[in-house]
């Protein structure tokens, strides 16, 4: 194939998950790679392709050079207006960036993560018994998708009854690309939904500013450094940024991980047999199958990267499904193996955006995988998955399966 002429995200080439044999041809011969444009969205500019792990790092941690106030996905404008990302801190560079990732780190030290364990198990048990007498199931919505929405919903404080719009609103966004997951486009949504959430964000923050509690959005709300706190607007992005990040993320590699161990029994063997192994389960699934396909940045200045000239202005997309599978860093790296325990970039290639979410989303996956595989040991595939057709969600949109095989 000519790499030259390939572009790599047309739609054809995601329906199955992300083009992996297309990334292997480009790590071992243009890693850094360019594509002339995007032919879902004709107005957007062309953009580098970064596909091995050294690369993705080196682009990573250096902010100076590689901007993410310009835009975080190969697709700017034509999906979700730069203004809206550039008010959200994944969207900024420091300084701004520093003060803001400083305060909401303290929503998700380590301790607060832990103090959440019975509760995450608690939402899952719950959802899971719902399944009781049950032949068969869709572990997308029956499964994940009620999990993961509860168990942010009640990290940041929001009701119960208000899980599924949130859901729908973030699916939609955040699946970009895909017909089923979004339906309508975008724009609709920004004009009608986004509006109306940002409403009930501030009554959940006027609530919280009279009475605190011990959620997410009162600790916020009463955040200061140095005297100072958040303004409204800066909790109301942030409370935006992490129900995105939190809703789809874990319940794409919660899916895939069940599929892969659906699709390999001597793992899932292995898994029921020394449950020890699932945190490695957990890593080696993020590394196979990371939640999000890129992230990108914007060159604020001419540079080179492993001898290719790129521009100011130009994009910079960092694959991470491409990264993941680095044969310079990974022995077979298309091997699903729950006992590899692997370092991986599936929460960024390291530096000041690496996830702030990245120990609620191990513990939710543990809990999940745990929590299934003592349920139906013996679940099995019932039909043929779907993968959203997103160069971004790198998700199933559905996984019929056997609840007892
Ligand atoms: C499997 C689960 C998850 C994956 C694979 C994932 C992946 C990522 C990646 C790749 C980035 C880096 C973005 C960049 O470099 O520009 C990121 C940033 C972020 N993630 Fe996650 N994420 C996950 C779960 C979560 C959860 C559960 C939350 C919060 C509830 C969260 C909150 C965030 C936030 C706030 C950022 C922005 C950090 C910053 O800009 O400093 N993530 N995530």
């Known amino acids: 194939m000519d790499l030259d002429q390939v572009r790599v ?6 329906q199955d998950g992300p083009p992996h ?4 041809q480009m790590r071992g011969t243009c890693p850094v790679h360019w594509s002339d ?22 682009v990573s941690r250096d902010w100076e050079t590689y901007s993410s106030a310009s835009g975080i996905t190969v697709v ?4 979700i207006p730069v203004e809206l990302i550039s008010a959200m801190f994944i969207g900024m560079d420091p300084p701004k960036h520093d003060r803001l990732k400083n305060l909401f780190q303290r929503g998700f030290t380590p301790k607060r993560i832990g103090e959440h364990e019975e509760k995450i198990r608690a939402i899952t048990v719950d ?7 049950r032949e068969r199931c869709d572990l997308v919505g029956e499964v994940a998708q009620p999990v993961v929405s509860r168990v942010i919903g009640s990290f940041m404080g929001i009701p119960p009854e208000d899980d599924e719009p949130w859901a729908t609103l973030l699916n939609s966004l955040v699946g970009f690309g895909d017909p089923d997951l979004n339906p309508n486009g975008t724009e609709t949504i920004m004009e009608n939904q986004v509006p109306l959430i940002f409403d009930r964000c501030r009554v959940l923050i006027e609530e919280r500013r009279i009475k605190p509690t011990d959620d997410l959005t009162s600790l916020l709300v009463h955040a200061e450094i140095d005297g100072n706190g958040l303004e409204e607007h800066e909790i109301v992005m942030g409370f935006f940024l992490l129900m995105a990040a939190g809703n789809d993320s874990t319940k794409a590699t919660y899916c895939s991980a069940m599929r892969a161990l659906m699709e390999h029994p001597d793992q899932r063997h292995l898994l029921l047999e020394e449950p020890e192994l699932i945190p490695s389960a957990v890593e080696e699934s993020l590394r ?30 960092m694959w991470y499904p491409s990264s993941n599978r680095d044969e310079e860093t990974y022995e077979d790296p298309d091997r699903f193996d729950v006992t590899r325990n692997p370092d991986h970039q ?11 979410g990245s120990a609620l989303a191990r513990l939710e996956l543990r809990i999940l995988i745990e929590e299934t595989l003592k349920r139906f040991p013996a679940t099995a595939l019932d039909g043929t998955p779907a993968y959203a057709v997103s160069p971004f969600a790198n998700q199933l949109k559905s996984l019929p399966v056997r609840l007892h095989g």
């Open 9 to 14: 995200i047309p739609e054809e080439g995601w």
């Open 21 to 24: 044999e297309l990334f292997k």
């Open 37 to 58: 444009g995007i032919p879902a969205y004709p107005s957007e500019a062309g953009y580098w392709s970064v596909t091995r792990a050294e690369d993705v790092e080196a």
């Open 76 to 79: 700017s404008d034509a999906v």
């Open 127 to 133: 959802v899971l018994d719902r399944l009781d007498g």
């Open 288 to 317: 196979m199958f990371p939640a999000f396909s890129h992230f990108r940045r914007t060159a604020t200045k001419d540079t080179e990267l492993n001898g290719m000239k790129i521009r100011k202005g130009d994009k910079v997309v």
């Open 346 to 356: 599936a929460f960024g290639g390291g530096g000041r955006h690496f996830c702030l």
